[in-house]
């Protein structure tokens, strides 16, 4: 079964930190992708940033990174110099090779970003 | 430009009415989703369709009911069967050419109430 895990309900950071929040993922699929989500209070989806199983260098996208540790499991999303405007729903979310047709979504991590 | 429009925005309902909720996409995309989410939670996958003519239940389709007759189109219909319709709903779509690495694309949701 395929699963996504976002271990943190909500998360503070101050202005300007860097943050990371967490997304460990479950599957037996040897390829698949990973893919980070911004929602804001709008309820807009917006994807910020994506990982493939066999991508051997971790993604980035101007102050976005994952940090993908395969071993682990793991697809954490790094935010560097946050900003005011980050403050949101953040999503980890998986598609599998067997079963590409479908996404599976973690819970969700609520971002507070303090000025 | 292209993108995903759902229509109307905002919805309201009353108990025992069936109210369909509008979802276009001009990106020329194979498969189409619908999602609820509910206040401070995850997305969760009612029904997503591969193809016209077909679509599958997804992990709460009980009281809702979808179409796809043409490949643009994917509107959900909120019967009167599910108990607690009031929530946020978000209509996807995504190509299916590249197997895991393409992302969702999302509409900007429709938001029902039932009074």
């Known amino acids: 079964a395929q699963k996504i895990t976002q271990t943190q309900p909500g998360m503070f950071v101050q202005e300007k930190e860097a943050v990371t929040l967490d997304c460990t993922y479950d599957?037996?699929?040897?390829?698949?992708?990973l893919f980070w989500y911004k929602q804001p209070s709008s309820g807009e989806m917006i994807f910020l940033i994506y990982?493939?199983?066999?991508?051997?260098q971790n993604a980035t996208e101007g102050r976005y990174s994952l940090n993908f540790q395969k071993a682990r499991k793991s697809a954490n999303l790094v935010i560097s110099a946050s900003q005011l405007g980050d403050s949101a729903m953040y999503f980890c979310?998986?598609?599998?090779?067997?079963?590409?047709?479908?996404?599976?979504f973690g819970s969700g991590t609520k971002l507070n970003v303090k000025p | 430009d292209g993108g995903i429009t759902q229509s109307p925005k905002y919805l309201f309902r009353k108990e025992g009415q069936n109210v369909t909720l509008s979802c276009e996409q001009n990106?020329?995309?194979?498969?189409m989703y619908w999602y609820r989410q509910d206040p401070g939670q995850g997305l969760r996958l009612i029904y997503y369709s591969q193809i016209v003519n077909d679509f599958q239940k997804g992990d709460i389709a009980e009281g809702y009911s979808v179409s796809r007759e043409k490949k643009e189109s994917f509107p959900l219909t909120v019967t009167s069967a599910q108990k607690n319709p009031t929530a946020f709903y978000l209509c996807?779509?995504?190509?299916?050419?590249?197997?895991?690495?393409?992302?969702?694309?999302f509409g900007p949701g429709t938001r029902l109430t039932v009074l």
């Open positions: 979310a998986m598609r599998v090779r067997y079963n590409f047709n479908k996404f599976y």
């Open positions: 990106l020329n995309h194979d498969a």
């Open positions: 996807a779509s995504s190509t299916q050419g590249a197997g895991v690495v393409n992302e969702q694309f």
């Open positions: 599957t037996s699929d040897q390829s698949y992708g």
């Open positions: 990982q493939g199983s066999y991508d051997e």
